[in-house]
C-alpha cells in the first residue's frame, strides 16, 4: 500500500488541501466564518439548488430510458448484440468536450434541429439532460443488464405457476435481487451527473451553472478562492456522502444470489410485444447515441461550399490558428497519445498495487482507502489542477513546468477504474496456488509472475484500455495545467468552440470526431478481450 498511499498524498491530498487552505486561511488563521458567508449568497444557493435538481432529474430519465435497453441485452439474443453493446458503451469513455460538442451540433445554432425545423436547445436545460442520458445510459445497461442476465428465469416462471401475475412475478422476484444494482447504477449516473463539467460548461451557456463550473469561474475568471475553497468543501462532501451508500449498495449486492451462465437466460424475441419492445431500444439508441455522432462526424466534413476535409486538412496549420494555439492543433492529437500512454502506466502500477494490497488485507482502514481510491471520480478536477499549479512549485517537487503534470493528473482518474477492474479477479485467484508455489520454492515474485500475471493478463489489458480512455479525454485538470505548446485534444476542443469563426467551429468537430474514433477503437478491443460481462465495468 505504500506506493499509491504514497501517489495520492502527494498528487491529490496535498493540491486539494493546499488550495482549499490558500481560500480559507487569512494571516495563517482558518476562517471558517466564510463558508457560512459563501453558502448565504443567494447566487450560489441557486448554484447548488441547480446542481441538485438537474443531477437528480438527469439520473431519473437515464433510469426511464436505460432499464428497457437493460433488459433487452440481458434476455434477448440478436444478431449484433455484442457489437451494438460496445457501441452504446462508446458515450461513457467519450470525453465530456467531446459529448458536449456532439450535443452542441445537434442542438445548438446552425445544428441539425435548427437546420431541419428551426429549434434550438442549446443554453436550455433540455440540452444538458440529453447529454446527461446520452453519457451515463451505458452504466445503467452494463451494470443492471450484467446482474439481469445472470438472474435464473426459472425463479420468475415459478411465481407465476402458483397464481402471481407477470408483474406481480416480476415485482416480488426479479426487482429485489435486482434493487442493489439498480441503486449501484442510479448512484454512479447520479455522481457523474453531480460533478458535470464539460457537457454544462458548452451546453448550459451562462445561465446554468453546476459546482464543478462554478469553482472554475470563481477560480480562473475571478480568482475569488475563498469561494472555491467553500464550493470544494460542499462537493467533498456530498462525494463522499454519495460513494458511502455506493459501497453499502456494492455489499447488499454481493449478497447470495442463484446466478446462471448469460448464455443460459438470453433468447430469440417472442410475440408482438418482445419485438416491440426491441424495436423500440434500438430505434432509442439510433436516436440517443448513433445520431449525435453522426451529426459530429457530418459537421466536422461540412464545408461552405460542401463536405470535404478542409477542416481537418486546417489542424495542420500552424499559421491558420496563430490567434489561438502556438502551435498548428494537430499536435494535439500526438500529445494527448503520449500523455495518455504515460498516464496509463501510472495508473496500472499504481492502480495495481492498490489492488494487490486491497485483496490480501481486510479491516476498516483498507476499506477505507478503497474509498479513498474513488473520490478523484468526484472531487473537483478544477481544484486539482490549480493545486498542482500552487504546490509543485518548488523542490524536491517543482514540476509546474515540466510536461509530466499532465500525465499525473490523468493517472489520478485512470486509478479508481484500473482498482474496480482488477480487484474482482484478483480477489478470484484461489491463495493455494501461491502457497503451491512458495513450497516448490518460488520467490514471492516469481510467484507472482508465475500464478497470478496469467490469470489476469486479461484484465490487465482492459484495465489499461479503461485508464487510456478516460486519460486521454480529461479535461477539468488539464485546462489548468496544459502549456499553450503542448494542448491537448481536449483543451484544444474548448479553445476552438471558445472562438467565434466557422473555421474554428469545424475544427473544434474535426478535432472531437478524431478524439471520439480514438475512444471507440479503444474499446472495441477491449470488447474483444474482455470475459467477464457481469458487475461494474
Not at 127 to 133: D, E, R
Not at 332 to 361: D, F
Not at 414 to 426: A, D, E, N, S
Amino acid at each position: 500500500m505504500a506506493v499509491p498511499v504514497a501517489f495520492f498524498a502527494v498528487f491529490f491530498a496535498y493540491p486539494v488541501v493546499a488550495i482549499v487552505g490558500r481560500g480559507l486561511k487569512d494571516g495563517g488563521v482558518w476562517q471558517f466564518g466564510r463558508i457560512g458567508e459563501v453558502l448565504s449568497r443567494p447566487d450560489i444557493r441557486e448554484v447548488l439548488w441547480f446542481t441538485l435538481w438537474q443531477a437528480l432529474a438527469s439520473t431519473a430519465l437515464t433510469l426511464l430510458i436505460a432499464l428497457p435497453g437493460a433488459y433487452v441485452f440481458a434476455r434477448f439474443d440478436f444478431p449484433g448484440k455484442q457489437l451494438l453493446r460496445a457501441v452504446v458503451t462508446v458515450p461513457f469513455v467519450l470525453p465530456t468536450v467531446v459529448v458536449g460538442t456532439a450535443f452542441l451540433a445537434l442542438l445548438g445554432r446552425g445544428g441539425f434541429l435548427d437546420d431541419l425545423w428551426g429549434v434550438r436547445l442549446d443554453t436550455t436545460v433540455w440540452a444538458i439532460l440529453l447529454a446527461h442520458v446520452f453519457f451515463n445510459y451505458a452504466v445503467v445497461v452494463r451494470t443492471v443488464g450484467g446482474l439481469w442476465s445472470q438472474l435464473d428465469p426459472r425463479q420468475e416462471e415459478a411465481a407465476r405457476v402458483l397464481g402471481a401475475g407477470r408483474f406481480a412475478a416480476w415485482r416480488r422476484v426479479t426487482l429485489p435481487a435486482l434493487a442493489p444494482a439498480v441503486a449501484a447504477a442510479a448512484l454512479m449516473v447520479f455522481l457523474f451527473t453531480f460533478t458535470s463539467f464539460g457537457v454544462v460548461q458548452i451546453l448550459g451557456g451562462p445561465g446554468f451553472s453546476t459546482l464543478e463550473v462554478e469553482i472554475y469561474r470563481q477560480t480562473a475568471q475571478l480568482l475569488a478562492l475563498p469561494t472555491a475553497a467553500v464550493l470544494t468543501l460542499v462537493q467533498f462532501a456530498a462525494v463522499g456522502a454519495i460513494l458511502a451508500v455506493h459501497a453499502w449498495t456494492v455489499r447488499r449486492r454481493e449478497t447470495a444470489l442463484r446466478l446462471v451462465d448469460p448464455a443460459q437466460t438470453a433468447r430469440r424475441p417472442r410475440g408482438a410485444a418482445q419485438w416491440a419492445l426491441l424495436t423500440g431500444v434500438l430505434l432509442t439508441v439510433l436516436v440517443l447515441i448513433l445520431l449525435p455522432l453522426a451529426i459530429l462526424v457530418e459537421r466536422s466534413l461540412e464545408l461552405p461550399g460542401g463536405h470535404g476535409l478542409g477542416y481537418y486538412r486546417a489542424l495542420g496549420s500552424a499559421t491558420a490558428n496563430s490567434g489561438t494555439f502556438l502551435v498548428a492543433p494537430i499536435e494535439a492529437i500526438w500529445n494527448s497519445l503520449r500523455y495518455a500512454l504515460v498516464a496509463t502506466a501510472i495508473a496500472l502500477v499504481v492502480g495495481g498495487l492498490a489492488a494487490a494490497a486491497l485483496t490480501r488485507r481486510a479491516g476498516r482502514l483498507v476499506r477505507g482507502f478503497d474509498a479513498l481510491l474513488m473520490l478523484p471520480l468526484g472531487v473537483s478536477a478544477v481544484t486539482v489542477g490549480f493545486g498542482f499549479l500552487i504546490t509543485l512549485d518548488k523542490p524536491p517537487l517543482d514540476l509546474r513546468t515540466s510536461w509530466i503534470l499532465v500525465p499525473l493528473a490523468q493517472a489520478l482518474v485512470g486509478v479508481p477504474f484500473v482498482v474496480r477492474t482488477m480487484l474482482p479477479v484478483l480477489r478470484a485467484v484461489d491463495g493455494r496456488l501461491r502457497e503451491a508455489a512458495a513450497v516448490l520454492g518460488a520467490s514471492p515474485l516469481r510467484a507472482w509472475r508465475e500464478v497470478d500475471l496469467p490469470l489476469v493478463r486479461r484484465a490487465l489489458l482492459v484495465a489499461a484500455g479503461f485508464a487510456f480512455a478516460v486519460s486521454l479525454g480529461e479535461f477539468g485538470a488539464t485546462v489548468f495545467i496544459a502549456r499553450p505548446d503542448n494542448p491537448t485534444l481536449p483543451v484544444a476542443v474548448a479553445r476552438l468552440l471558445g472562438r467565434s469563426g466557422d473555421l474554428n467551429y469545424g475544427q473544434a468537430m474535426a478535432l472531437s470526431t478524431i478524439l471520439m474514433l480514438v475512444c471507440a477503437v479503444s474499446l472495441l478491443l477491449l470488447e474483444r478481450i474482455r470475459t467477464d460481462r457481469s458487475g461494474e465495468f
